[in-house]
């Protein structure tokens, strides 16, 4: 059974004391300011995160707490540069219920570039407009919210299929 890592450890380091975190880990940082009184996140010298009122006994990872070598993620970001997305078993249940809403909620979003292709890989015998009639409908019954249909035309305009059978022979 492996335990989880939970930050770096001086011990990671040759010659250095077991069980000792290394300098720059917010938790030791505030164990050698001598901070035993708990913070609003319920750890140890880990205060909450500005303007967030953390719940009796609950443990975030508020800014503040962050080492400075880590970045908090943006979700305002821009979206990433050019890229391709590639489904396999694209005909099937996990990709209609699933993958094909959650796509579709990024772009939603705005968080799926302009610039990136969906690739559909399945044994099935489509073409790309008929796989994009087939997820266009999928995505209409299994979208979990209401649909704003020129996104949705976006999205299906980028998906492209594959036929083929991809075990070895």
Request: a positive charge.
């Amino acid at each position: 059974m492996s335990a989880a890592k939970k930050g770096p450890r001086a011990t990671d380091e040759p010659g250095a004391k077991k069980g000792a975190r290394a300098v720059g880990d917010p938790r030791a940082e505030a164990a050698r300011a001598g901070s035993d009184a708990k913070g609003a996140t319920g750890a140890p010298g880990v205060p909450a995160a500005p303007g967030v009122a953390a719940a009796p006994g609950a443990h975030a990872a508020p800014e503040a707490a962050l080492d400075e070598r880590c970045e908090p993620v943006n979700p305002y970001a821009a979206p990433a540069g050019p890229a391709a997305i590639v489904i396999f078993g694209a005909s099937g249940d996990l990709t209609k219920r699933k993958l094909v809403p959650a796509l579709y909620n990024l772009m939603r979003d705005g968080l799926l570039g302009e610039n990136v292709a969906i690739l559909g890989v399945a044994r099935s015998s489509f073409d790309s407009d008929a796989f994009r009639e087939k997820i266009a409908a999928d995505l209409r019954a299994h979208s979990s919210q209401e649909l704003d249909e020129r996104k949705a035309a976006r999205l299906v305009k980028r998906l492209h299929y594959l036929s083929g059978d991809l075990r070895d022979r």
